[in-house]
């Protein structure tokens, strides 16, 4: 089969994690790097054995010889980034928060769909195999009917006005950043759209540096917490009627969880170390639908990221909390 000829956009933090794990995988081609400094972009190329680089966005969205697009930029360019690739025919495969809000969302979906392109959020969580070990176990049946889900992901971050994490300017701020990683495990297991939404949220030099959120579900509920403002263990429990799925510390990438009776006895535990550092489960589920033809992943479906996006844009109304440029919705 032919290998997938990748272009990655930007070459930050994760553009450098998600290059090692491409570098492992057989199908695909380390094509090109593209930063908006050449010589940038001639580095990361050389470090990976990308075979060329380019000085701008555009060069590599106009490459046709670019089968995927890894876009790797702050959130706040993401919906230029992914709209300069489709239009160009470019598939994407683009970071979370795919957008800063929905209407950017919609968008761009309606970009892909003209450009008939596939196009997938980089939600590599739901890509790796203890996650759909869990997913089976609850669809299963193992824990009976879900009544409620606590999940974490809040990291003690140093203050750091040039980090984007900071920056209003690049869609900065902790519910799009890892508050989306607990909201996806909540829709994916109780549905994509609360009753209600009850949250806090604490605001700290333009954006939002923790939330504790409650999506009601009528008979199940969730409890999220994410934030850049104290550090927690990060790990989640899923608790049914019969029983609860407990995932391990830093729970979106955790390899190990764990099935407990409602007597809290151990039924089965599950340990699936990754193969090269968990990214390579996303890039061979894009490679699996370029190969077939499918313009968007199963494990990471459009109307997912959508419902995601809107339960965000929900949070940020309820508090008054708006990007530069965004109108209040
Ligand atoms: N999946 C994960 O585990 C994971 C982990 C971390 C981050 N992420 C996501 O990946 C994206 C990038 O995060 P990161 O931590 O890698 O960010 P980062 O280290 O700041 O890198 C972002 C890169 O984007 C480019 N860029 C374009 N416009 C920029 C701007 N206005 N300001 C700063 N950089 C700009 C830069 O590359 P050039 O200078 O080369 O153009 C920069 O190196 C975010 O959406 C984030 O949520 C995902």
Known sequence: MKKIRWGIIGT???????????????????????????????????????????????????????????????????YDNCILCMENGRNVLCEKSVSLNSSQLEQMLECARKNKVFFMEAMWMKCTPT????????????????????????NLVPYDKSDRLFDPLCGGGALLDVGVYPLTLAADLLGDTPDSITSTMNISNGVDMSECITLDHGDAFAKIRCGFD?????????????????????????????????????????????????????????????????????????????AVMKVMDSIRARHGFYYPGEKAF
């Open 230 to 306: 104290r550090q927690l263990k990060n790990d989640a429990l899923i608790t049914g009627d019969k029983g609860c799925i407990l995932f391990g510390e830093w729970f979106h990438c955790t390899d190990r969880i764990t099935l407990f009776d409602t007597d809290g006895n151990v039924v089965e535990s599950s340990h699936l170390p990754v193969r090269i550092n968990g990214y390579e489960y996303e890039i061979e589920q894009a490679h699996s639908c370029l190969y077939n033809g499918a313009l968007q992943s199963d494990l990471v479906p459009h109307r997912c990221t959508a």
């Open 131 to 154: 996650y759909l070990k869990a997913l089976e176990w609850v669809r299963s049946g193992r824990i009976g009917k879900v009544l409620c889900i606590r999940a974490d992901f809040s």
């Open 12 to 78: 930050g933090r994760i553009a450098n994690t998600f290059a090692q794990a491409l570098k492992g995988c057989p199908d695909a081609q380390l094509y090109a790097a593209a930063s908006r400094s050449s010589h940038k972009a001639a580095d990361f190329a050389e470090k990976y054995g990308f075979e060329k680089s380019y000085g701008s966005y555009a060069a590599l969205a106009e490459d046709k010889n670019v089968d995927i697009v890894y876009i790797a930029t702050p959130m706040a360019s993401h």
